[in-house]
């Protein structure tokens, strides 16, 4: 079992929240899943927070996840947008950290970079090379959950590697490691 993992990846976002999951066997990726959990129906931004919690949380309970790869919120011009994303991101992040599962954060780039090999790729041809990688007979209709997929394989690939990554193995490591956020 020591040769088996499970990695869990997330790409958070209020309207559609994308998800991969990749088992890892003797250093072979193998895909089990990918989903989006649409959140556009909901008008309550807090409802929707309550639900990408319950999702996360399902799906580590279901999946027994090792690992949690989370694709970081990129800076936009909105600030609406990016305070609504960081709270998604931090909704999933706090679900994983509840069952004491390890969180590494990526910028969308380097997830990017990791699939392509071009940090400017589009969600299109990371999609592509993940059909290609994972042997995946059709893409979904919103790539958000490729891109959930994305991350899950990056960090894969990442693995063993600590270049422009976060990573948190429980509340306190989180703490630990971002005293500029904590008040006093």
């Not at 993992?5 to 958070?12: E, K, Q, S, V």
């Not at 990918?34 to 999946?63: A, G, P, V």
């Not at 969308?108 to 042997?135: C, D, F, R, Y």
């Amino acid at each position: 079992m020591a040769n088996e993992r499970i990695i869990l990846g997330i790409d958070p976002g209020t309207t559609i929240m994308g998800f991969g999951l990749i088992k890892i066997v003797n250093k072979k990726m193998e895909f089990l899943q990918l989903n989006e959990l649409q959140l556009s129906k909901y008008d309550n931004h807090y409802q929707k927070l309550k639900i990408i919690f319950e999702r996360t949380i399902e799906l580590i309970d279901t999946h027994n996840p090792d690992e949690i790869a989370i694709e970081a919120p990129f800076f936009g011009k909105n600030v609406q947008s990016m305070l609504k994303l960081g709270r998604a991101q931090g909704v999933a992040m706090a679900a994983g950290l509840s069952r004491d599962i390890p969180i590494t954060e990526y910028e969308p780039k380097k997830i990017k970079m990791a699939i392509t090999g071009n940090g400017n790729a589009s969600k299109e041809q990371v999609a592509k090379m993940l059909q290609q990688l994972l042997g995946l007979k059709e893409l979904p209709k919103n790539l958000d959950s490729t891109d959930g997929l994305a991350a899950a394989v990056c960090h894969f690939f990442n693995s063993g590697k600590v270049i422009g990554t976060k990573s948190y193995t429980g509340w306190d490591a989180f703490v630990q490691q971002n005293q500029e956020r904590v008040k006093k």
